[in-house]
């Protein structure tokens, strides 16, 4: 994966130290509504920890598809945003070898994501996993279509 700098300028021996799973998604850019929702709901130092974690990220287009009105609501209610947040997050370095051996994942939000796996491809609670295996120095990242909601 080409690792494109945001910034124009490089820093000296970054090129190939993995960065953390938030500065993954700043630098991807097409994360940018998921990380504000990050940001809002105090949970970067917790994303920019030692983990590992294991993220499924909605793209901006996952987060663009909720009905009208979600996304403000969302950053409007702090504990949900959080609940939802740590949804998409699973506990320890989960590689998609791995993943498409489960049938559940507990969350950090405490509650199962349901995996399945349908003519090739892995849904998480539904999303389509569209991207796998991004490493990150704390996780890895793997991208869905949708957003998913705990019950």
């Given at each position: 994966m080409a690792t494109v700098l945001l910034t124009g300028t490089a820093q000296a021996g970054s090129h190939n130290a993995p960065k953390d799973i938030v500065d993954t998604a700043v630098e991807a850019g097409s994360f940018t509504t998921l990380v504000a929702a990050v940001q809002a709901a105090g949970l970067v130092d917790t994303l920019?920890?030692?983990?590992?974690?294991?993220?499924?990220?909605?793209?901006?287009?996952?987060?663009?598809?909720?009905?009208?009105?979600?996304?403000?609501?969302?950053?409007?209610?702090?504990?949900?945003?959080?609940?939802?947040?740590?949804?998409?997050?699973?506990?320890?370095?989960?590689?998609?070898?791995?993943?498409?051996?489960?049938?559940?994942?507990?969350?950090?939000?405490?509650?199962n994501v349901d995996i399945e796996v349908r003519y090739g491809n892995v849904y998480i609670d539904g999303a389509q996993v569209v991207m796998t295996d991004i490493e990150t120095s704390n996780g890895v990242i793997h991208v869905i279509d949708a957003v998913i909601l705990p019950n």
């Open positions: 920019k920890g030692p983990g590992p974690f294991t993220v499924f990220a909605p793209t901006d287009e996952a987060f663009a598809a909720l009905p009208a009105g979600t996304v403000e609501g969302l950053l409007a209610d702090i504990p949900t945003l959080q609940a939802v947040l740590t949804y998409h997050v699973v506990p320890g370095k989960v590689m998609a070898a791995d993943v498409v051996n489960l049938t559940t994942a507990t969350t950090v939000q405490g509650t």
